[in-house]
Every structure is written in C-alpha cells, then in structure tokens.
C-alpha cells in the first residue's frame, strides 16, 4: 500500500486518482486490490453479498480496502470541521474483452450486450495530479 498511499493522500486534496492494475489472467491484480480473500472460492452472486468483514478485516488486506480505510479516517478526523465538507465516490471496474463491467453492479452491467459504454467527462472540479502508477 505505501506505494499508492500518497495517490489517495492527493484525492483528499481534491485531486483525481487512479489505480490500474494491468496484467495476464493469473498474474496477481485481483489479489493486488483485494487482497486474501480467496474469490475462486465464491460465486459472483456471493462476492458481491458477502460481508464486507471478509475483505477489510484480513491482515493481507489489498490496496482497495486499505485506500477506503485510509479516506474514511481522514473524514473521521476532519468530521468536526464545519469548514469541510466531503463527497465520495468511488468505480470499481473490469475490462475483460474490450468490454468494461461495474463490479458494484456486477448483474446489471453484465447484462448490456457490449458491456458498459464509455464516455468523457468534458468538465471537472477535480484537479489532476498527473501521477501514474504501474503495478
């Protein structure tokens, strides 16, 4: 996580982030931003009801539940500040096939023939911090 902790240290400053996890089938990515849990284990109807417990409390937690842990802090710490307000939001996506999957809405995005169309976002008030990272 150290490598990626200072990319979701610049999203709470306002910046946009992304973590990409790129490789061959088997090589890692999902253990990468997962972590322990064994997912080979699980049907996707299951995975995506299971508790939340099963991720974010495994001592070989992932980077994604480790980045949540890390924002959701920072807003505990700053929740007294009448100064600060905080929105979250996250995506969490797969590409398989040249076709792009909600894994938050695994069922639905899986039934658009295609997959997910992809559009650009023409104005932002997130800055960019031009920061790219390679796992």
């Known amino acids: 996580y150290s490598e990626v902790k200072s990319s979701v240290s610049a999203v709470l400053q306002g910046y946009n982030a992304t973590i990409f996890a790129y490789g061959q089938t088997g090589t890692g990515k999902t253990h990468t931003m997962m ?3 064994n997912l080979w284990d699980l049907e996707a109807k299951q995975l995506i009801e299971s508790d939340a417990a099963a991720v974010f ?3 070989d937690r992932g980077i994604i539940p480790r980045a949540v ?3 959701f ?3 505990n710490m700053n ?6 307000q905080f929105t979250i939001r996250c995506s969490y996506l797969e590409v398989y096939n040249e076709k792009v999957f909600d894994l938050l809405n695994y069922g ?3 039934q ?3 997959g997910l169309e992809v559009r650009e976002k023409s104005s932002s008030s997130a800055r960019s911090c031009h920061q790219r990272m390679f796992i």
């Open 35 to 37: 972590g322990g849990l």
């Open 108 to 110: 639905a995005s899986r």
């Open 73 to 75: 802090e920072h807003v």
């Open 57 to 59: 409390s495994k001592p």
């Open 79 to 84: 929740s007294t500040d009448p100064d600060l």
């Open 69 to 71: 842990e890390h924002i």
């Open 112 to 114: 658009i023939p295609g």
